[in-house]
């Protein structure tokens, strides 16, 4: 078993910038990628940044080139960089840890979530 512990997320004016965190535990020999789902009112929840243990980033087509996700192999730890941040991007964003699977992570665990608000 896994265990997430997300940290970061808060309030921020368009074009600001906001950093988060998601540290794992556990059985981590399980997990070969971590990433970041988000989910805002009334949509499905959609994969934002995935990174391999190999260090290999994908993003989503809406974040590509304000977003850069990261991780710390010897922390067990992946850091989420958001910089000229949208209303839009306004979700909860959640850390999942698992199996990259066709462009998705499979099975794993999922961080409690933190909430991300671009407002003026």
Do not use: H
Request: proline content about 3%; glycine content about 16%.
């Amino acid at each position: 078993q896994v265990q997430l512990v997300e940290s970061g997320g808060g309030l921020v004016q368009p074009g600001g910038s906001l950093r988060l965190s998601c540290a794992a535990s556990g059985s981590t020999f399980s997990i070969n990628a971590m990433g970041w789902y988000r989910q805002a009112p009334g949509k499905q929840r959609e994969l934002v940044a995935s990174i391999t243990i190999g260090g290999t980033p994908k993003y989503a087509d809406s974040v590509k080139g304000r977003f850069t996700i990261s991780r710390d192999n010897a922390k067990n730890t992946a850091y989420l960089q958001m910089n000229s941040l949208k209303p839009e991007d306004t979700a909860v964003y959640y850390c999942k840890a698992g199996l990259l699977v066709g462009g998705e992570i499979r099975g794993g665990t999922w961080g409690q979530g933190t909430q991300v608000t671009v407002s003026s």
